[in-house]
């Protein structure tokens, strides 16, 4: 007979964001390890996400789960004030009005549900405090999953506010039966702050998303494809075209053979500041949003691969590089991050970093005179090592966790 594991997270299919891919793939695998999600998440319509029903495929249609419909609360309403000041009292709460009604929901979910363990992820960090929550009112043990760490201070307001978020992570986390973080790196932060063992649990690839049929044996355009946003972390991809802009300057590259291409929402802004006043900006186009099915497609018929990495930020791996390496087609990645992009790229040979405007104009002039020989780029991914990587595999990880929580006691 399965246990049952209560998952606790914000965005869940069908919000179409990314932070939906990690749960959902949790709650679709976890059944082939003997544990049963239920799943505790916001009520998400076609009115307030980007709605794609396809960011997790085949997820179970019968799977249970219990949604907070919470709207934010508006004008000079109490509510909309009490959201306001415990935004700068207790920031870890924040939303407040959806933590509220979080706890509220939990209340009902635990009178109909029983369970064996609770996992939440983060962000947002009010999650800890219901999943701690949940665990008290119920007496079973509960893990906690980040996504992401306090490391990267985004404004002001985070940077004023930070040590109370992180005495209040502190405190919530003494009751954590276990920690995992996505990477080595934010598993190393998580560690030195908290005194205790925390597991890494990294991103992962759903293999239903990958086509049964083979990739092209030839691609007609020289392209560059990126997936996904670009605004958090205001990565810097304009040495990219530079570089680009001087090969085909100096005649060893075909303007018309080329193109750079994103697809994600919310990029255009940033798109336009990055590569303003370019000579060679025509040849960027921002696709927008389009379903996940879609975006694998995308990935799949591009010559190049294209990830923005973030020096410095310790242990920042985007999900989409599980994605790109199961695609099947090299990938770029700039600038070197000296850390944990670097060294996937070299355990799973996959592709390749580089900085300088000089480095990557010679890594793509290689792969340019490769593609007009052959009309492709040679794929060298190591498959032993990129199967490690899948959301199957996650969630068997998991499943040991939550199997070693319950029997602790």
């Known amino acids: 007979m399965n246990r049952r594991v209560l998952i606790i997270a914000h965005h869940f299919p069908p919000s179409g964001i990314t932070a939906s891919r990690r749960p959902g793939g949790m709650a679709k695998y976890l059944p082939q390890f003997g544990w049963e999600p239920v799943v505790l998440t916001r009520k998400w319509r076609r009115d307030n996400c980007n709605y794609d029903p396809t960011i997790v495929p085949n997820l179970q249609p019968d799977l249970l789960r219990y949604e907070i419909d919470c709207r934010a609360p508006r004008g000079l309403s109490a509510a909309a004030a009490m959201d306001q000041i415990v ?87 003494r009751s954590a039966a276990a920690i995992t973080a996505v990477s080595a790196g934010f598993a190393e932060t998580l ?27 030839a691609f007609p355009r020289f392209n560059l494809v990126f997936t996904g946003g670009i605004v ?125 405007v000089a480095e990557i104009e010679r890594q793509l002039l290689a792969f340019y005179r490769e593609w007009q020989r052959t009309s492709t780029i040679a794929y060298h991914g190591r498959s032993e090592v990129i199967s490690r990587y899948s959301n199957r595999s996650q969630a068997g990880e998991l499943a040991g966790l939550l199997n070693e929580a319950v029997e602790r006691g």
């Open 191 to 217: 560690q030195e702050r908290h005194q205790r063992h925390v597991h890494t649990i990294s991103h992962g690839f759903d293999p239903d998303l990958l086509p049964a049929t083979a990739l092209p044996a």
């Open 87 to 173: 935004r700068v009292t207790y920031p870890s709460w924040n939303p407040y009005s959806f933590f509220k009604a979080g706890r509220q929901s939990i209340d009902r979910l635990l009178q109909q549900e029983s369970f064996d363990a609770i996992w939440t992820t983060v962000p947002h960090d009010n999650l800890l405090d219901l999943a701690r929550y949940a665990s008290r009112v119920s007496g079973r043990p509960w893990i906690a999953d980040f996504r992401d760490v306090w490391q990267w201070v985004p404004n002001l307001f985070t940077k004023m506010t930070l040590p109370m978020r992180l005495r209040h992570e502190r405190l919530v986390l």
């Open 232 to 356: 958090l972390g205001r990565p810097n991809l304009r040495p990219l075209l530079d570089a680009l802009g001087n090969l085909i300057t100096r005649g060893d590259v075909n303007a018309e053979d080329v193109g750079i291409e994103f697809y994600g929402a919310g990029n255009s802004a940033r798109l336009a500041e990055m590569f303003a006043g370019h000579p060679y900006e025509y040849l960027v186009v921002d696709n927008g949003a389009v379903p996940r099915v879609q975006v694998i497609e995308r990935q799949r018929s591009a010559a190049l691969l294209l990830s923005a990495s973030h020096p410095g930020m310790r242990g920042w791996t985007t999900s989409k590089m599980f994605e790109y390496i199961a695609a099947g087609r090299p990938i770029l990645s700039i600038p070197h991050d000296n850390g944990c992009i670097d060294e996937m790229l070299r355990q799973t040979n996959a592709g390749t970093s580089c900085t300088s």
